[in-house]
């Protein structure tokens, strides 16, 4: 079957900034986004489990990444903006048609979003003045239901992003979910083999994010904690990045050998991407290394700094990889890079200075926490 009449190639909008520029930031932001959301996405399901098994210095963690994030959420939603806005912007003749044939649970993210983010505040509140019983059992459901929220968005996010760029599975999901030719949203990206481990992947990824932050918010915020605590952390750190390497390892070589196929794996695996393709596999070793290296004997500031960087780097290199082969997939039908250019300056130049003036004050925000928790210690 021939799947370019799919594709509404009628009419081609000129891009209103350079490829280079849209890809640039859906790839930055995306980093940046994927942050605050693996701590959503298992780091609520960590901080529960350590509540209730965790011990006292579990207790201790959990209290602390509770407490920070109603933050983190307000943080992912708005990096989250950036991708999904410049997404639209490049590939709009697949992202329009893949969400549209899952509108209804394309729209019920905002549904979830919505519960989730109350639900958080919820058991937040439920932590004030340190007050065992403040955090009723009500409120621990609700935070055992915003973490659910969370992982079922996920995995809605990994259905709309691979069917948009999995054109022949359209048929099939419309085929399934139509009435008088009109498709019914109702569909969902199911008859694609990828669909498991690449959400799977993300798992992976998102506990080595956390073990990450253990180490950094224990150098850089929690100052005033017992040493036996932050030995604990280090501990704790170490563990959550093995596990995570290693089920980064078994959902990516089932994403990558069992799911990649229509020559992406053979593109993939040439040069020069598969220099790409090594060091996005060899990248969460990389902070698992420098985590057990470093946080040895005691957890510092630099070493703190230096885990964070690494793995933020792994998330960046995930994010080049992933915008590599969505390019490859979709450039069989539309080739973005054929679009020529409008350059469009008045609201690039408004994006710019809004986006560098908003990283300036999430900086300033996190020097003025660093500076109360020197004032607190001393």
Not at 20 to 28: A, G, R, T, Y
Not at 109 to 122: D, H, Q, S, T
Request: positive net charge; aromatic residues 14%; charged residues 10%.
């Amino acid at each position: 079957m021939d799947l370019h009449p799919l594709i509404d190639s009628a009419h081609t909008a000129p891009l209103p900034a350079p490829l280079w520029f849209i890809q640039l930031f859906k790839v930055l932001g995306f980093t940046l986004h994927m942050v605050p959301m693996n701590l959503w996405l298992v780091g609520i399901v960590v901080a529960m489990l350590l509540r209730a098994v965790g011990g006292r210095h579990g207790v201790v963690f959990s209290r602390r990444l509770m407490r920070q994030m109603p933050i983190l959420v307000a943080l992912g939603i708005n990096f989250g903006i950036v991708p999904l806005l410049f997404v639209q912007l490049a590939y709009y003749q697949f992202f329009y048609p893949a969400t549209i044939l899952m509108a209804w649970f394309w729209m019920a993210i905002v549904v979830m979003l919505i519960p989730a983010y109350y639900g958080v505040y919820i058991y937040v509140f439920g932590l004030r003045d340190d007050d065992p019983a403040a955090l009723t059992p009500a409120r621990r459901l609700v935070g055992w239901g915003s973490a659910v929220l969370f992982i079922a968005i996920s995995f809605l996010f990994v259905n709309g992003f691979s069917l948009m760029g999995h054109v022949k599975v359209w048929s099939l999901v419309w085929e399934n979910h139509r009435m008088a030719g009109a498709a019914l949203g109702t569909g969902l990206n199911m008859y694609d083999v990828q669909i498991l481990p690449r959400w799977l992947l993300m798992f992976g990824l998102a506990l080595g994010t956390t073990a990450a932050w253990v180490v950094v918010d224990t150098a850089w915020f929690a100052r005033g904690q017992s040493d036996a605590y932050r030995h604990w952390a280090g501990r704790f750190a170490a563990k959550l990045a093995i596990l995570g390497a290693f089920w980064f390892a078994a959902a990516g070589s089932w994403y990558v050998f069992g799911t990649w196929s229509d020559g992406l794996r053979e593109t993939m695996f040439a040069w020069p991407t598969l220099v790409l393709t090594v060091v996005t596999a060899l990248a969460p070793g990389l902070s698992v290394l420098l985590l057990l290296l470093l946080t040895r004997r005691e957890i510092t500031r630099p070493a703190a700094a230096v885990i964070g960087a690494a793995q933020l780097g792994s998330l960046a290199v995930n994010a080049i990889s992933r915008q590599v082969v969505q390019d490859i997939r979709v450039g069989g039908f539309l080739d973005p890079a054929r679009r020529t250019p409008e350059v469009q300056w008045s609201p690039l130049l408004a994006f710019l200075a809004l986006f560098v003036l908003g990283a300036l004050v999430i900086l300033w925000m996190v020097v003025q926490v660093v500076k109360a928790t020197k004032t607190t210690q001393s």
